[in-house]
């Protein structure tokens, strides 16, 4: 049995420890509210002119040197190439190159049978016996002219057949020793050569085919020199500044993504494309190991320095269908503005208005200041 006292004496204790424990609660007080930031019209300051983590800045400079990208396409060089038609029609009796061969200057292409060359030989053949005919007689003539039997008009009019008969014989001579057909003999045979040393990257032609120079369809053969290739680039009429005949550009291609092909622009266009709003640029690089090809994509970069602001994408974010940018007026605090941006490269975009040079833009971080200032207002 417990002693009455005993009882009293625990209830006491117990009195006791829950009265100490009741004091040890009283001394710690509610944590103090973190400070928030404040909000005025279209400013934002943080507390203690502190920034907030993560938040990072960048300097506007305009007259820093940039890498403006342009996509371009290769494409054969037309000062090194050659469309080969045939100057006679005829039928193509042989193939003498196929594609992919190099080839030199004045080597055969094909061999073509035709009437009509046929037909120009035998025009000089019949020069020729014109000239023997005239020049016998004109030597005659002068003789009996000499001699006082003949007057002297029929002398100058044999002299006149003479010097006639001289130029039919030099034209049909010259029109078939262009093309390298024989003057000697009447074969109707046509060899179709290289005017210049390269490769045939293209064939358009089959043993037997009928040929016509009237009909221009494509060539028969294309030969170039593909240690050279042009650059053909739509350049955005506001980017056209940079580009200039002389200026120096890199080119980079998908098949070599570590390897940059210097090339230089020798050609920039008159007129704007009226719906791309573009300018034809052209420009040529060198190929030697004949790495890059023809109809292949690139993407041409040059140097410029930008007469403009401009920040990177990351600086600016849509709010409606207007551009924005938060520019720092202090540490901790930081003032939305609207500008007007174009496009000046996958990572910049060039301010038209509403940012200066030097002014300091945030880079990252907009879209975070933004949701504060949206959800202040009311």
Same mark, same amino acid.
Request: aromatic share 4%.
């Given at each position: 049995?417990?002693?009455?006292?005993?009882?009293?004496?625990?209830?006491?204790?117990?009195?006791?420890?829950?009265?100490?424990?009741?004091?040890?609660?009283?001394?710690?007080?509610?944590?103090?509210? &973190?400070?928030?930031?404040?909000?005025?019209?279209?400013?934002?300051?943080?507390?203690?002119?502190?920034?907030?983590?993560?938040?990072?800045?960048?300097?506007?400079?305009?007259?820093?040197?940039?890498?403006?990208?342009?996509?371009?396409?290769?494409?054969?060089? &037309?000062?090194?190439?050659? !469309?080969?038609?045939?100057?006679?029609?005829?039928?193509?009796?042989?193939?003498?190159?196929?594609?992919?061969?190099?080839?030199?200057?004045?080597? /055969?292409?094909? #061999?073509?049978?035709?009437?009509?060359?046929?037909?120009?030989?035998?025009?000089?053949?019949?020069?020729?016996?014109?000239?023997?005919?005239?020049?016998? /007689?004109?030597? !005659?003539?002068?003789?009996?002219?000499?001699?006082?039997?003949?007057?002297?008009?029929?002398?100058?009019?044999?002299?006149?057949?003479?010097?006639?008969?001289?130029?039919?014989?030099?034209?049909?001579?010259?029109?078939?020793?262009?093309?390298?057909?024989?003057?000697?003999?009447?074969?109707?045979?046509?060899?179709?050569?290289?005017?210049?040393?390269?490769?045939?990257?293209? !064939?358009?032609?089959?043993?037997?085919?009928?040929?016509?120079?009237?009909?221009?369809?494509?060539?028969?053969?294309?030969?170039? #020199?593909?240690?050279?290739?042009?650059?053909?680039?739509?350049?955005?009429?506001?980017?056209?500044?940079?580009?200039?005949?002389?200026?120096?550009?890199?080119?980079?291609?998908?098949?070599?993504?570590? &390897?940059?092909?210097?090339?230089?622009?020798?050609?920039?266009?008159?007129?704007?494309?009226?719906?791309?709003?573009?300018?034809?640029?052209?420009?040529?690089?060198?190929?030697?190991?004949?790495?890059?090809?023809?109809?292949?994509?690139?993407?041409?970069?040059?140097?410029?320095?930008?007469?403009?602001?401009?920040?990177?994408?990351?600086? @600016?974010?849509?709010?409606?269908?207007?551009?924005?940018?938060? @520019?720092?007026?202090?540490?901790?605090?930081?003032?939305?503005?609207?500008?007007?941006?174009?496009?000046?490269?996958?990572?910049?975009?060039?301010?038209?208005?509403?940012?200066?040079?030097?002014?300091?833009?945030?880079?990252?971080?907009?879209?975070?200041?933004?949701?504060?200032?949206?959800?202040?207002?009311?």
């Amino acid at each position: 049995m417990i002693p009455p006292f005993s009882l009293s004496s625990r209830t006491l204790a117990c009195g006791v420890v829950l009265c100490a424990a009741l004091a040890g609660c009283a001394k710690h007080e509610a944590p103090a509210p &973190e400070p928030k930031p404040t909000i005025s019209g279209d400013v934002v300051s943080f507390p203690n002119q502190a920034d907030p983590p993560g938040l990072r800045v960048v300097a506007v400079d305009a007259n820093a040197q940039r890498a403006l990208t342009v996509p371009g396409r290769l494409g054969w060089d &037309e000062d090194h190439t050659v !469309r080969v038609w045939t100057p006679f029609g005829g039928r193509i009796e042989r193939l003498r190159a196929v594609v992919g061969q190099t080839v030199k200057r004045g080597d /055969a292409l094909a #061999d073509i049978v035709s009437g009509d060359i046929g037909q120009a030989q035998a025009d000089l053949q019949k020069a020729e016996a014109d000239l023997r005919l005239s020049r016998s /007689a004109a030597e !005659r003539a002068r003789e009996l002219g000499s001699a006082g039997i003949m007057a002297a008009k029929d002398v100058q009019q044999a002299q006149a057949d003479l010097a006639r008969n001289q130029a039919e014989r030099a034209r049909a001579a010259a029109r078939l020793s262009q093309y390298g057909v024989s003057t000697n003999a009447v074969n109707q045979s046509l060899t179709l050569s290289s005017p210049l040393a390269g490769v045939v990257v293209e !064939r358009n032609a089959n043993p037997g085919a009928e040929v016509r120079p009237d009909v221009q369809g494509p060539p028969l053969f294309v030969v170039t #020199d593909p240690g050279s290739l042009w650059v053909s680039l739509d350049v955005d009429e506001t980017r056209l500044a940079a580009f200039k005949a002389g200026a120096q550009i890199e080119l980079q291609a998908a098949a070599w993504p570590d &390897e940059r092909f210097p090339a230089t622009v020798t050609y920039v266009g008159e007129a704007v494309d009226a719906a791309s709003r573009t300018v034809k640029v052209r420009a040529r690089v060198s190929n030697p190991e004949h790495k890059l090809k023809a109809e292949m994509y690139v993407n041409a970069m040059i140097q410029t320095t930008g007469a403009q602001p401009q920040v990177p994408t990351d600086a @600016v974010f849509l709010r409606g269908d207007q551009s924005y940018t938060f @520019v720092q007026q202090a540490p901790g605090r930081y003032e939305r503005r609207g500008v007007k941006v174009r496009s000046a490269g996958p990572q910049t975009v060039t301010v038209l208005d509403g940012v200066k040079p030097g002014e300091k833009v945030v880079m990252g971080g907009g879209l975070y200041l933004n949701q504060l200032l949206d959800a202040a207002q009311p």
